[in-house]
Each structure stands twice: as structure tokens, then as C-alpha cells.
């Protein structure tokens, strides 16, 4: 059992147990990637597995779960919404490296900007951030560009302690996807053309950034390839804008 392994157990499982789950097609040849990493004696197999899942709210939910021993272990667990809710992303990056571990979770808002959006769906969720934040400090400097995508409640932390992950964290992920969940229960379906359309381009803005500045591309890239990463990156992990350009 690796690190991140209940992580992704449990929010499928109770992803499943609360909405209505389908699946969500992963294309060929990113299911499951093996490589290796290091040189010479150090040298370590990793396995990267993809999962996707959608419902009637919920556009895409999707992970991908690299396994490379003790000092390489990541769950990117990213859910995005159907274009027809306000709905915010949830967002995970669980990572650990050889230098430590380095926790991202937050409901990244589509209108980080818009106060009567921060009401709903940031201050709700403030007095659980506030909690964790008591054992999961503030972890430092991020990219500046980056913030606009986060909400007031991101918990960004980097534990030196395993025990920290499999405990508290881990605890902050099953909240969070707790809090999320009610959100999507409670999200009506969006008809004004005008908030429609701000919803799209929010949505765009994200998926696009997060292409662009995947921090896992150097990594991925130096497993398997520049071709297949940034065809995973684009076809499955960040693939909006493929959908968009389909749909027409
Ligand atoms: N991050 C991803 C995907 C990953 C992934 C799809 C498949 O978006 C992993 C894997 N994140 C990953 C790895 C690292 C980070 C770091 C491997 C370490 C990179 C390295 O040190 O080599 C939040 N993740 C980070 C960092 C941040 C985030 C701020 C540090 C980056 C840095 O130091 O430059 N997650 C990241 C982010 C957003 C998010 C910016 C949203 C806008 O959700």
C-alpha cells in the first residue's frame, strides 16, 4: 500500500456512495505507464495510473497516481464541473519527494474576485480551513500568478512527518470532499446566457493554466517522454479545451 493509495480509495468510494458515477474515458495508453527513475544503482520503477469518473454535475473527476517508492508518491486529484454550474473545482496535489512532502487542497473558485461567490462557496468552508490550519501551516512562497486560482480556504502545507499525511491531511482531503460533495448536491443548474458564458471562460482560464504550468511536466517528461506527456496533459489531465473544440 503506498502513501497516497486511501487517499484515492476513499474519495472514489465516496464519490460513488453519494452521486451517481460514470465513468469517464481515459485514452489509450495512459490507463497505466511504467518507468523508471534515477540512474544506476538508485534506479526505482514508477507507475503512473490514471482514473476518470463523471455525473449529471460533475464534467470530469479525475486522478492521477504516481507510485515510485518512498520518496516518490503523488496524487493529483483535480474534479471539474459541468459548464452549467458555478460550481468551484476541487483540487489536490499530494506530493512527496525526496526533499519532503508538499500538500495542496482547495475548492479553487471560478470568480475568485466576486464577493457574493466568495459567500458561497469560501466563507462556508473557512471555519474547517482555520481548524487544519492549526496543524498544517502555511507552507510559503507559491507563484504569484498562480493565486488568483485558489480561494481564502487553500490549504498549502509542506509536513516534514509521514505521520502528519496519513493523519491529518488525510483528514483535510476526506473534509474537504466532504464539503465539496454538499456543494454539488446543493448547485442548480445555471441558465442565464451571460453567467453561462462567464462560467466557460473561467473554466478555460484554469484548465489552461494548469496545462501550461503543470509542475509535474518536467517530471513526467523525464519518465516518458515530452510526446506522451504533454499528450496526457492535453488529452486527459487539462483536456477542456479538446472538448470545447469538439463540441464546436
Ligand atoms: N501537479 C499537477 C499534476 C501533477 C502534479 C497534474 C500528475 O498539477 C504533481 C501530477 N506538483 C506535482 C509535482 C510537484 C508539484 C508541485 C510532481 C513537484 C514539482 C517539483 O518540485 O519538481 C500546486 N504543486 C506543486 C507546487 C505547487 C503546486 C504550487 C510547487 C511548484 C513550484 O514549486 O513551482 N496544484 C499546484 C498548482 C495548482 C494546483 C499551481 C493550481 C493552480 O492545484
Request: avoid cysteine; charge should be negative; proline fraction near 7%.
Amino acid at each position: 500500500m503506498t502513501l497516497y493509495q486511501p487517499f484515492l480509495d476513499y474519495a472514489i468510494a465516496t464519490l460513488q456512495s453519494k452521486l451517481d458515477l460514470e465513468p469517464y474515458p481515459i485514452p489509450d495508453g495512459f490507463e497505466r505507464k511504467e518507468g523508471v527513475m534515477g540512474k544506476g544503482k538508485r534506479q526505482e520503477p514508477v507507475l503512473t495510473t490514471s482514473h476518470g469518473y463523471k455525473s449529471s454535475k460533475l464534467r470530469q473527476i479525475r486522478a492521477a497516481h504516481v507510485q515510485g517508492g518512498n520518496s516518490l508518491q503523488v496524487l493529483n486529484f483535480v474534479i471539474f464541473p459541468q459548464l452549467n454550474y458555478d460550481l468551484p473545482f476541487f483540487g489536490a496535489d499530494l506530493v512527496t519527494l525526496p526533499g519532503g512532502h508538499l500538500i495542496a487542497i482547495d475548492m479553487q473558485p471560478l470568480f475568485s474576485q466576486n464577493e457574493s461567490y466568495q459567500a458561497k462557496y469560501s466563507e462556508p468552508i473557512m471555519p474547517m480551513f482555520h481548524a487544519y490550519q492549526q496543524d498544517l501551516p502555511w507552507g510559503g512562497d507559491f507563484p504569484e500568478e498562480a493565486q488568483q486560482y485558489f480561494s481564502p480556504a487553500f490549504l498549502w502545507t509542506r509536513p516534514s512527518e509521514t505521520e502528519v499525511v496519513k493523519t491529518k491531511v488525510f483528514a483535510a482531503f476526506r473534509d474537504y470532499l466532504h464539503a465539496y460533495i454538499n456543494f454539488v448536491e446543493q448547485a442548480v443548474e445555471i441558465h442565464d446566457p451571460q453567467q453561462l458564458s462567464a462560467i466557460q471562460q473561467a473554466q478555460k482560464s484554469y484548465a489552461d493554466y494548469r496545462a501550461e504550468k503543470d509542475p509535474a511536466r518536467g517530471m513526467l517528461t523525464r519518465l516518458y517522454g515530452s510526446e506522451w506527456t504533454e499528450e496526457y496533459i492535453h488529452g486527459f489531465l487539462f483536456d477542456l479545451d479538446r472538448k470545447l473544440a469538439l463540441a464546436g
